[in-house]
């Protein structure tokens, strides 16, 4: 079920495809134009395993709004969808992460400049297991936990046990801003990287499931993910800040310190169907089905 900072392979591959139509051909640089132009064939949608349960409920939604666009939505990570949208075999990426300047570049020299669409906010919430005594950890803690530093939960007030370390694997934007904002501590000229014993996930479900079955565990996950399962911490930007549990709500007024945006991307400004999707996403109904999920929706400006 999970290995040593190495990709976990899947028995089954993951992939989530909602009212594809039946002819799907290649999304192309010029997919807006053709999506939207009533080629009869899907928007395809990729990426982030963070928003795919978002991007499924926002397709299903939309197809009583609009019968006639059908949206054909896979995970499969944040640098797979981007790398799709480079590539053009898809019309919009989904990242739980800001697109790298190298992926730029990419997309510049195949000719298009890619427009970035934030569509939701993610609190992303340190979680264990239940029988778990601790209540609340600091960034800094994190930090030397998951880089190893920390080894036993005995010193941070619990358990005289090692810790196991449960991570995204690293196609996941979620492992990259994790590794970023906690590991790293958002401090750009610090190299740290997760401790080499980090058991990595392929799935949010991963996470949770191996989380619940080891009371040693500790691992992180979109709010929208946990459960009653799991035990989520209260987190302290430093030990002189207040501990604030994740939710919708400390998500939206940035007191909870590990909150995210998560994104759409296009090749270009979207045109026709798909501007209209997006435009959608971040309306009323769309961001009803953001909260709906557990995550944080857009506040009007």
């Known amino acids: 079920m999970f290995c040593s900072l190495r990709r976990v392979p899947l028995v089954l591959p993951i992939i989530l495809v909602l009212l594809v139509s039946s002819a799907c051909s290649r999304a192309g640089q010029s997919g807006s134009a053709e999506a939207s132009a009533g080629s009869g064939r899907a928007i395809q949608n990729k990426g982030s395993d963070t928003i795919v349960n978002l991007?499924?409920?926002?397709?299903?939604?939309?197809?009583?709004?609009?019968?006639?666009?059908?949206?054909?939505?896979?995970?499969?990570?944040?640098?797979?969808?981007?790398?799709?949208?480079?590539?053009?075999?898809?019309?919009?990426?989904?990242?739980?992460?800001?697109?790298?300047?190298?992926?730029?570049?990419?997309?510049?020299?195949?000719?298009?400049?890619?427009?970035?669409?934030?569509?939701?906010?993610?609190?992303?919430?340190?979680?264990?297991?239940?029988?778990?005594?601790?209540?609340?950890?600091?960034?800094?803690?994190?930090?030397?936990?998951?880089?190893?530093?920390?080894?036993?939960?005995?010193?941070?007030?619990?358990?005289?046990?090692?810790?196991?370390?449960?991570?995204?694997?690293?196609?996941?934007?979620?492992?990259?801003?994790?590794?970023?904002?906690?590991?790293?501590?958002?401090?750009?000229?610090?190299?740290?990287?997760?401790?080499?014993?980090?058991?990595?996930?392929?799935s949010s479900v991963g996470i949770t499931s191996e989380i619940q079955r080891n009371p040693r565990a500790i691992g992180y996950d979109g709010l929208g993910y946990v459960s009653e399962h799991e035990k989520m911490l209260e987190v302290a930007k430093d030990a002189q800040s207040p501990y604030v549990m994740p939710s919708v709500a400390t998500g939206a007024d940035g007191s909870y310190p590990i909150a995210r945006g998560l994104f759409m991307y296009t090749a270009g400004e979207p045109t026709g169907a798909i501007a209209d999707y997006i435009a959608w996403i971040k309306g009323p109904a769309g961001q009803q089905i953001v909260a709906d999920l557990g995550f944080v929706p857009l506040t009007e400006e």
């Open 55 to 202: 991007a499924l409920a926002w397709a299903e939604a939309y197809r009583e709004v609009q019968p006639d666009v059908s949206i054909a939505v896979t995970g499969g990570g944040s640098g797979t969808g981007i790398a799709s949208l480079i590539n053009g075999t898809v019309d919009i990426a989904n990242a739980s992460r800001e697109m790298k300047e190298s992926e730029k570049e990419e997309a510049r020299a195949n000719g298009f400049d890619p427009v970035e669409h934030l569509i939701a906010i993610d609190a992303l919430a340190v979680i264990v297991n239940l029988e778990n005594p601790v209540d609340r950890l600091t960034i800094d803690q994190l930090a030397d936990i998951f880089t190893g530093r920390i080894t036993n939960w005995k010193d941070v007030g619990g358990n005289d046990e090692d810790i196991v370390l449960v991570s995204r694997e690293t196609n996941s934007g979620t492992h990259v801003y994790f590794l970023e904002e906690v590991v790293r501590k958002g401090e750009k000229d610090n190299t740290d990287i997760f401790a080499p014993q980090t058991l990595l996930m392929p």
